[in-house]
């Protein structure tokens, strides 16, 4: 089984913060890391390094079999915490825009995601409402054909329902020889999606490992082990 994400003793330090510090975690194919934390805990910076929007002070990142640069920006698919769509886009713009820029961009999943997720090609993306905007966003991310893909805080400020549909659109188009991260505080709905967790406070990682084993060992859910962990 590939590997498709390792960090070893990673640390990124601000001005006057450090925002990780000797972070080591990996990620096997076929594999969903659940990266769980309050706000401020870390995890952002964690993935932007990994998208290769960021450097790393010190330590190793490696994504499938690289360290971040160009090649591993062709197999990681990155949604954000913010909209990265320019203002003036229709939701057919931001197809094109994901198809010209990244060639592995699949058009028609993405057409048949947004059938999937009642979303319009004529909308503007500035009409759209916060659930709408994430499942947009989700659709593009998904419909590339990448190694990694990142998830920060998907579900952040959107009703039930429509997260429901994220987490359907997401196991749908789960591969096996792809591997998933995802961030987020709303552990109870999305624990589902688990293989494995790592928790993540002030920088640094306070308890990891295989989901199923830690639900065993300590009895708890992934939910309940998060609120003992950050009460």
């Given at each position: 089984?590939?590997?498709?994400?390792?960090?070893?003793?990673?640390?990124?330090t601000y001005l006057t913060k450090q925002a990780l510090k000797n972070v080591s975690l990996s990620l096997d194919s076929?594999?969903?890391?659940?990266?769980?934390?309050?706000?401020?805990?870390?995890?952002?910076?964690?993935?932007?390094?990994?998208?290769?929007?960021?450097?790393?002070?010190?330590?190793?990142?490696?994504?499938?079999?690289?360290?971040?640069?160009?090649?591993?920006?062709?197999?990681?698919?990155?949604?954000?915490?913010?909209?990265?769509?320019?203002?003036?886009?229709?939701?057919?713009?931001?197809?094109?825009?994901?198809?010209?820029?990244?060639?592995?961009?699949?058009?028609?999943?993405?057409?048949?995601?947004?059938?999937?997720?009642?979303?319009?090609?004529?909308?503007?993306?500035?009409?759209?409402?916060?659930?709408?905007?994430?499942?947009?966003?989700?659709?593009?991310?998904l419909s590339r054909n990448a190694k990694l893909y990142i998830f920060d805080e998907p579900l952040g400020g959107i009703?039930?329902?429509?997260?429901?549909?994220?987490?359907?659109?997401?196991?749908?188009?789960?591969?096996?020889?792809?591997?998933?991260?995802?961030?987020?505080?709303?552990?109870?709905?999305?624990?589902?999606?688990?293989?494995?967790?790592?928790?993540?406070?002030?920088?640094?990682?306070?308890?990891?490992?295989?989901?199923?084993?830690?639900?065993?060992?300590?009895?708890?859910?992934?939910?309940?082990?998060?609120?003992?962990?950050?009460?």
């Amino acid at each position: 089984m590939e590997t498709v994400f390792r960090v070893n003793n990673l640390s990124k330090t601000y001005l006057t913060k450090q925002a990780l510090k000797n972070v080591s975690l990996s990620l096997d194919s076929g594999k969903i890391l659940g990266l769980l934390g309050p706000n401020g805990s870390g995890k952002t910076t964690l993935m932007k390094i990994a998208a290769g929007l960021l450097r790393q002070s010190s330590g190793d990142i490696i994504i499938a079999g690289n360290k971040p640069g160009l090649k591993t920006k062709s197999v990681v698919s990155y949604l954000p915490d913010i909209s990265h769509l320019y203002k003036w886009m229709t939701i057919k713009d931001a197809i094109g825009f994901y198809k010209d820029f990244f060639p592995d961009f699949n058009i028609d999943k993405a057409k048949d995601m947004l059938g999937f997720m009642k979303l319009n090609e004529a909308s503007k993306v500035t009409t759209l409402s916060k659930g709408e905007a994430e499942k947009l966003n989700l659709t593009l991310v998904l419909s590339r054909n990448a190694k990694l893909y990142i998830f920060d805080e998907p579900l952040g400020g959107i009703d039930p329902v429509a997260r429901e549909k994220i987490l359907d659109a997401i196991l749908n188009n789960y591969r096996e020889d792809s591997s998933m991260i995802i961030s987020t505080h709303l552990v109870k709905d999305v624990e589902r999606l688990f293989d494995d967790v790592a928790f993540i406070s002030h920088g640094e990682v306070v308890l990891k490992g295989n989901a199923e084993e830690l639900r065993l060992e300590r009895g708890k859910s992934i939910d309940e082990l998060y609120r003992e962990v950050f009460q």
